[in-house]
C-alpha cells in the first residue's frame, strides 16, 4: 500500500460535483423517460397524463417530508433490528476476541509487525463481522414488511415512501454506528491490553510529509530516472554507490510545525537533552552486487543525507537537459557566472549564425531542445531569481525573462505552420542573440553579486546503514537537531565570516585605534559560534592583511583596501588557501535548520550511497518527515469512521435495491456492487482511461482477428464499415462508462485501515473527506430512486 | 386543483423547478389544456359522497404485461357520508381489490375515485382514514402500546395525545392484560382487536374495514358489530367489506354486491331485503283458543297457507346468552328448557 497519499483539493471536489451532477442528470433524464413510456405502453396516450401526475404527487412527497413521522419509522427500524437479534454479532466478536490472543500474540516478532497484525485483526473483525448484519439488514427489512404486508399498513397512514426510505435508512445506520462504536471501543481496550510492552511503543499514528523525488546522475546532471538495476518493477529507481549519484527529496510546506522534540546527548555524553529537531524516516531498498557475509547482508549499504539550500541548483537545473547547455548550466550551479557568462556568448553567437543559417535555408547548429532547454531554463531561473525578492537579483531575473520572452517567441514560430514562420524565424534569432548578449554582459558585471545573493548551503548529515530486507526501523529513523553543527565547506566558511565581520563593523566594535580590538578573537568564538582555533587564526590573517594594505581603518571603521565587500575579500583569502582551519573538524560552524536551511518552506534533502557496487533503491514515498506523532486513537477513530461510511453505503444500496426486488435478489444486487466496487472499479477505470490498457472493441477485434491484422495496422475495411464497427463497440463501452460511474469505489473506504495498520495516521481531506463525499454522493440519488421505486410498485401486485 | 397540496415546496433540482412551473401555470389556468393532461379530474362532491368511484376498472397483469384476470370492471358507485356501507360478494368479486385501490395499495387500471375528496394516490388523505386490513399486518416484535404508539406517530398527535388514545382503544378492544405483550404472543382474535385498534387510532371519519369479523369469537364478533354502530352514531363513514352476510345485514345501511368485478346490486338494506307479498306478525305467547279464531278469521279471507310457529333464536344469540349467564353463574350448566324459557333479547 501506497502511503503518498495524492492531495484532494477544492479543485478535485468542483471537478466531481460537476460529475457527479451530470451522472445525476442523465439517470434523471433516463428514468423519466422510461417511466413515460412505461406508461404510455400500458396507457396510450393517457399514459402521458398519469406519468405527470404521478411525477408531481412524488415532488409534492418529497416536499411535504416530516421529521415527525421519519424519527417515528426510524425507532421502528431500531427497535426491529434489536428485537431481531442483530446485537448478537457482539457475541461472535467477543468470541474471536476471546481467542484470538492465543494466535496473534508473538513477542519475538518485530514490535511494528505486532502491531500491524492486532489492529489488522481488529479492524478486519469488524468490518466482516458487521457487513453480514449490514447487508441483510439492508437487503432483507423492506422486502420481508412487503412479504408480510406489516408495510401495507404503514402505508394507509399518512406515511409518504420517502419517510419510510429515510426511516429505514437511519433507523440502521444508527443500529451500524453504535455497534461499530461499542465493537471499536472494546477492540482499542483489547489492542492495547493485548501488545506487548515493547510493541505498545509503536502504538502510534506517524503523521508523514512527503516530498518530490529527481535524481542526479553519476555524472552529476539533473534527471528525472535514477538507475535501473534490472527489477521488473519499476516502483523504485536506484542511485550509483560512491559516485555523484543522488536522489534528490525536495520537500515543502516544512516550517516549526515540521519540527518535533527529540533527545540528544549532551557534550561529553552528560546526558540527554530534549531538543526540537527534523524527524527523517526512510524505507531505501538496498541493492547489493556483491556477496558478503551474513553480518554485512544484514548490515545493509551505507547511505548519507545531504540537507542543502541551493537556489542555484534550483534556478539553473533546468539549463543541463540540454546537452549543448550543460556547460553553461554547469558554471551557474558552480557559481562560475563569468565563465557562464562566456558561455552565454557563445551560444549567443551560434543562436545569431543560425539565424543567418535560417535566412539562407541551411541547417541550423542548434536543435529544437537546445532552444526549448533554453527558453525553460531562462524561465525558470527568471521565477526562482524573483521568488528570493532580494533587489540584487532583479536585473538578472528580467534578464533571463527577456530571453525566455525571445526564446519563447522562437519555440512557438519554430513549432507553427504558420506560412510566413521563415520570414520570421531569423528576426527572431537575432532578437533571442540580442538578449542572450546582454544576459551574458550582465553576468559577467554582476558575477560577484550573484555568487553573493545565491548562496549554496549544505549539511552533510552523518551516515547510516540500510537494511535490505528493511529491518532495523530506529535505524531507519532519524532526527537532525533543530540548530544543526557542521563542517563547513569553502562557501559557507566565507558567507559565514563576512557576515559576522559586517555585523561587527558595522557597530564599530572591529577596530580599536589603528588595529584590530584586542579581544576580536573572543569576539568572533562567541558571535560566530567558531573555535578558539579559527578565530585566532582569523584574527592572524586580517592583522597581516592590515599590516599589508589590503585592509585598512576608516575612522571607527575597517575596509577593504580597494573597496571589495567583505564577502569577496574572505572569498579571495579562502582562494589564497589563507583560512585553512588547523583543526581536525575544520570549521564547524551551526545554522538554523528552518531560517537557513529551508527557503519559503522548501527543504532539499540529498541522499546518497556510499558503498562502492552498491545500488540503493528509492521512489518518492520512501523517504518522508515525520512531523509530531498523533495519538493512535486519533487514526484508529478515522479508520472507523471510514469504515462506518462503508456500512453506511452499503445500508443506503441495499435498502434502494429492496425497494423493488426481493430479499435474496436485493442481497445478490448489493452484494455484486459490493464486490465490483471494491475489486474491480480501478480495472473499469483503467480499460476505459488508459489508452496502454483500451485496445481494440469486441467487434473490431474479431476482424482483425479474421484478418490476421494487429492494432498498429487497424482493419482492413471501408471507411464506412470502420464506423459501424466502432459504433457497435462503442455501446459496450458507454455501458462499461455508466457501471463505472453508478458502481461506488469501495476501496476508498479501506484504505484508512491500511494507514492505521502501518502505523500512519489517517490524511483527513485524502482520505476520509472523499469517502464521505463518495457516501453523500450515492445518498441523495439513492433516497429519490427508492422512494419512487416504492410509491410507484403496487405493494398489493399479485 | 386536487392533487397537488398547499405546502408543495420547490428545490433546486432543475427538474422540480421545471415541474414547479407547470405546478403555477395549473394554478394560473384550471380549466386549461395543461389542467386537463396533469391533473386527475376532480368529481363532484355536491352531494356529500365521501367515497366517489366512477368506470374503476383493474386488471391483474403478469411479467410481461398479459391480462391474468379482469378483478374490477367499470365500477361506479358513492359512500355518503355517515353511512355503514357493506361490499358484499363471494371470493374473488372484486371487493378486497377495490378497497385497496381506494388505499392506493392498487393502482387502477382505468376510471377516477376521490376520497374525502383526494385522489386516492394523495397520501394526505389517510390523515382522516382508519383502515382494518383482512388479517392484522402489523409488526409482531412490537407490543400493544409500541404498536399504537407508532402509529399515533404518523399522524399528527402529541405524546400526550397517543398515550390518552391508547388507552381508551386498548380499553375498547379489551386488551388491557396483555398491552405489553409482543404482538407474536397474540392469538389470532387479539391481533384483530389491536390492529382495529390501529385503524382507529386517529379517530378517522372514514373507516375501512376489510372482513372485520374475521378470526373473531361470537363476543367479538358482537363487539365489533356494536363497534360500527357506535362510530356510526358518531358520525363517521364505515365502509366494510364481508362476506360475512349476517354480519352485513346487522349492521349495513346500504350494500354493494359485486360478483366477478361487477355491480350486481347497490341499494339500502332494508329496501333490498323487503319480502313484499309476505305478512308476518309476531306477538307474546298465545293460547290454543286464540290460536283457533286466528284461523278461522285467515280462512274467512281465503288465506290457507299461514303457518304458525315459536320464534327461534339464532345461534349466536344462544351463544351470547350462555357466555352471559356462564359469567354470572359460574359451575352451573343449563338444561334445554332453561335456555329456550328465556327472553330472546
Not at chain 1, 428485537?83 to 519475538?108: D, E, I, P, Y
Not at chain 1, 469488524?126 to 448484519?133: A, E, G, N, Q
Not at chain 1, 574572505?570 to 528552518?594: T, V
Not at chain 2, 420547490?10 to 389556468?29: D, G, N, R, Y
Request: hydrophobic share 45%.
Amino acid at each position: 500500500m501506497d502511503f503518498d497519499v495524492t492531495p484532494f483539493t477544492l479543485q478535485d471536489m468542483a471537478a466531481s460535483l460537476k460529475s457527479w451532477l451530470l451522472i445525476l442528470s442523465i439517470l434523471g433524464a433516463f428514468s423519466l423517460l422510461l417511466g413515460m413510456l412505461l406508461c404510455v405502453a400500458r396507457n396510450g396516450a393517457a399514459g402521458i397524463g398519469i406519468f405527470f401526475k404521478g411525477l408531481l404527487g412524488f415532488l409534492n412527497d418529497v416536499g411535504s417530508v416530516s421529521p415527525r413521522r421519519i424519527r417515528a419509522l426510524t425507532s421502528l427500524t431500531l427497535k426491529e433490528a434489536i428485537r431481531r437479534k442483530a446485537l448478537l454479532v457482539f457475541a461472535v466478536f467477543a468470541l474471536l476476541l476471546m481467542f484470538a490472543g492465543w494466535f496473534l500474540t508473538n513477542s519475538n516478532e518485530r514490535a511494528e509487525l505486532q502491531v500491524g497484525i492486532h489492529i489488522a485483526f481488529i479492524l478486519q473483525t469488524i468490518s466482516w463481522i458487521m457487513m453480514p448484519v449490514v447487508f441483510f439488514l439492508s437487503c432483507w427489512s423492506l422486502p420481508e414488511d412487503i412479504r408480510i404486508r406489516s408495510l401495507h399498513t404503514v402505508v394507509t397512514k399518512p406515511a409518504r415512501r420517502i419517510e419510510i426510505v429515510l426511516g429505514r435508512i437511519i433507523g440502521m445506520g444508527i443500529v451500524t454506528l453504535t455497534i461499530l462504536a461499542v465493537m471499536g471501543g472494546i477492540g482499542y481496550l483489547w489492542i492495547v491490553r493485548q501488545l506487548p510492552t515493547e510493541a505498545k511503543k509503536q502504538l502510534t499514528c506517524r503523521v508523514p510529509v512527503f516530498g518530490h523525488l529527481q535524481f542526479i546522475n553519476p555524472e552529476g546532471q539533473p534527471s528525472l530516472k535514477g538507475i535501473n538495476v534490472g527489477d521488473v518493477w519499476d516502483f523504485r529507481s536506484h542511485i550509483a554507490g560512491n559516485s555523484r549519484s543522488r536522489g534528490v527529496f525536495v520537500f515543502d510546506g516544512i516550517d516549526d510545525s515540521t519540527l518535533v522534540t527529540g533527545t540528544e546527548t549532551g557534550e561529553g555524553g552528560s546526558g540527554t537533552l530534549q531538543i526540537a529537531g527534523l524527524r527523517m524516516e526512510c524505507r531505501f531498498e538496498a541493492f547489493r552486487t556483491v556477496k558478503g557475509s551474513e553480518s554485512s547482508v544484514r548490515k545493509g549499504v551505507t547511505a548519507q543525507y545531504t540537507l542543502s539550500n541551493n537556489p542555484r541548483e534550483e534556478a539553473f537545473g533546468l539549463f543541463s537537459q540540454s546537452e549543448t547547455l550543460r556547460p553553461l548550466a554547469d558554471a551557474l550551479r558552480d557559481a562560475q557566472f563569468r565563465t557562464a557568462a562566456n558561455r552565454m556568448e557563445e551560444l549567443a553567437t551560434k543562436v545569431a549564425a543560425d539565424g543567418e543559417a535560417a535566412k539562407n535555408k541551411q541547417n541550423l547548429e542548434l536543435m529544437p531542445a537546445d532552444y526549448m532547454g533554453l527558453q525553460l531554463g531562462s524561465v525558470y531561473a527568471a521565477g526562482v531569481m524573483r521568488d528570493r525578492k532580494d533587489v540584487a537579483l532583479e536585473s538578472a531575473a528580467t534578464a533571463f525573462q527577456k530571453v525566455a520572452e525571445r526564446g519563447g517567441d522562437l519555440v512557438n514560430i519554430m513549432a507553427s505552420n504558420a506560412e510566413d514562420k521563415h520570414e520570421k524565424i531569423p528576426g527572431l534569432h537575432e532578437a533571442l542573440s540580442q538578449s542572450m548578449k546582454q544576459l551574458a554582459s550582465l553576468l559577467d558585471q554582476e558575477a560577484d553579486t550573484l555568487h553573493e545573493h545565491l548562496p549554496k548551503l549544505e549539511v552533510v548529515l552523518p551516515s547510516f546503514h540500510v537494511s535490505e530486507y528493511h529491518e532495523g526501523a530506529a535505524e531507519n529513523v532519524k532526527f537532525v537537531p533543530r540548530t544543526v553543527r557542521f563542517s563547513a565547506d569553502a562557501e559557507t566558511q566565507c558567507r559565514l565570516l563576512a557576515r559576522l565581520f559586517e555585523m561587527i563593523n558595522e557597530t564599530g566594535q572591529l577596530v580599536e585605534g589603528a588595529g584590530l580590538k584586542s579581544d576580536l578573537a573572543a569576539q568572533l568564538e562567541s558571535e560566530g559560534k567558531i573555535s578558539v582555533a579559527n578565530a585566532n587564526l582569523v584574527v592572524e590573517v586580517l592583522t597581516e592583511q592590515l599590516a599589508s594594505g589590503a585592509l585598512k581603518v576608516d575612522g571607527s571603521k575597517l575596509v577593504v583596501a580597494d573597496g571589495q565587500r567583505w564577502f569577496h575579500f574572505f572569498d579571495s583569502l579562502i582562494q589564497k588557501d589563507l583560512l585553512i582551519s588547523a583543526e581536525s573538524e575544520g570549521w564547524m560552524i551551526e545554522r538554523d535548520l528552518i531560517k537557513d536551511l529551508t527557503h519559503d518552506g522548501y527543504l532539499r534533502v540529498e541522499v546518497a550511497c556510499l558503498n562502492d557496487q552498491m545500488y540503493l533503491g528509492m521512489a518518492r514515498p520512501d523517504l518522508f518527515l515525520r512531523k509530531p506523532d498523533r495519538d493512535f486513537l486519533v487514526g484508529y477513530g478515522k479508520a472507523l469512521v471510514s469504515t462506518s461510511l462503508m456500512m453506511l453505503l452499503i445500508i443506503v444500496l441495499g435498502v434502494t435495491v429492496s425497494c423493488i426486488v426481493k430479499g435474496p435478489v436485493a442481497l445478490f444486487f448489493t452484494f455484486t456492487f459490493f464486490i465490483v466496487g471494491q475489486f474491480f472499479h480501478e480495472f473499469m477505470r483503467e480499460l476505459l482511461y488508459n489508452p496502454a490498457q483500451q485496445g481494440m472493441g469486441a467487434i473490431a477485434s474479431a476482424v482483425m482477428t479474421a484478418q490476421h491484422r494487429n492494432p498498429q495496422v487497424g482493419m482492413d475495411v471501408s471507411e464506412a464499415t470502420q464506423r459501424v464497427v466502432q459504433g457497435i463497440d462503442a455501446v459496450p463501452r458507454a455501458m462499461l462508462w455508466g457501471f463505472s460511474e453508478i458502481v461506488p469505489d469501495f476501496s476508498v473506504f479501506n484504505s484508512a485501515a491500511g494507514f492505521v495498520e502501518n502505523g500512519f495516521d489517517v490524511p483527513f481531506f485524502e482520505t476520509v473527506v472523499p469517502a464521505f463525499l463518495i457516501f453523500l454522493g450515492f445518498l441523495i440519488p439513492c433516497v429519490l430512486i427508492a422512494s419512487a421505486l416504492l410509491k410507484f410498485r403496487e405493494l398489493e401486485s399479485k | 386543483m386536487s392533487s397537488v397540496s398547499p405546502s408543495y415546496r420547490c428545490s433546486v433540482e432543475p427538474v422540480e423547478t421545471f415541474f414547479f412551473v407547470v405546478f403555477a401555470l395549473q394554478i394560473w389556468a384550471k380549466d386549461s389544456l395543461v389542467s386537463s393532461v396533469f391533473c386527475a379530474k376532480r368529481l363532484d362532491m355536491s352531494n356529500d359522497a365521501v367515497i366517489e368511484i366512477r368506470n374503476l376498472s383493474k386488471i391483474y397483469r403478469d411479467f410481461w404485461g398479459r391480462k391474468k384476470v379482469q378483478a374490477v370492471k367499470s365500477l361506479s358507485m358513492d359512500v355518503k357520508r355517515g353511512e355503514v356501507f357493506g361490499l358484499l360478494g363471494p371470493n374473488g368479486s372484486g371487493k378486497t381489490t377495490t378497497m385497496k385501490m381506494l388505499l392506493g395499495l392498487l393502482f387502477p387500471t382505468s376510471g377516477e375515485m376521490t376520497i374525502l375528496g383526494k385522489a386516492a394516490s394523495d397520501v394526505s388523505k389517510n390523515e382522516r382514514i382508519g383502515y382494518l386490513p383482512e388479517e392484522s399486518y402489523l409488526y409482531r416484535f412490537l407490543n400493544a402500546d409500541e404498536t399504537l404508539d407508532f402509529y399515533g406517530r404518523l399522524f399528527k398527535m402529541t405524546a400526550a395525545e397517543r398515550n390518552r388514545r391508547a388507552d381508551e382503544l386498548i380499553e375498547m378492544v379489551g386488551l388491557g392484560k396483555a398491552r405489553r405483550r409482543q404482538l407474536k404472543e397474540y392469538s389470532k382474535g387479539m391481533a384483530r382487536r389491536i390492529g382495529l385498534a390501529q385503524a382507529l387510532i386517529n379517530d378517522p371519519d372514514l373507516v375501512l374495514l376489510d372482513e372485520p369479523t374475521s378470526g373473531l369469537d361470537p363476543i367479538g364478533t358482537r363487539e365489533m358489530k356494536d363497534l360500527i354502530l357506535r362510530l356510526k352514531a358518531e358520525g363517521k363513514t364505515v365502509v366494510m367489506c364481508s362476506h360475512q352476510l349476517a354480519d352485513v345485514q346487522d349492521v349495513c345501511d346500504r350494500i354493494a354486491v359485486l360478483f366477478q368485478g361487477e355491480l350486481k346490486v347497490l341499494g339500502r338494506v332494508e329496501d333490498l331485503l323487503e319480502v313484499r307479498n309476505e305478512m308476518q306478525m309476531r306477538t307474546s305467547n298465545l293460547s290454543d283458543a286464540a290460536m283457533s279464531d286466528i284461523r278461522e278469521v285467515l280462512k274467512k279471507h281465503n288465506i290457507s297457507d299461514a303457518t304458525f310457529s315459536r320464534p327461534r333464536a339464532d345461534l349466536e344469540e344462544l351463544f351470547l346468552r350462555t357466555v352471559r349467564e356462564s359469567g354470572e353463574r359460574p359451575g352451573r350448566r343449563f338444561t334445554t328448557e332453561e335456555i329456550a324459557g328465556k327472553p330472546g333479547r
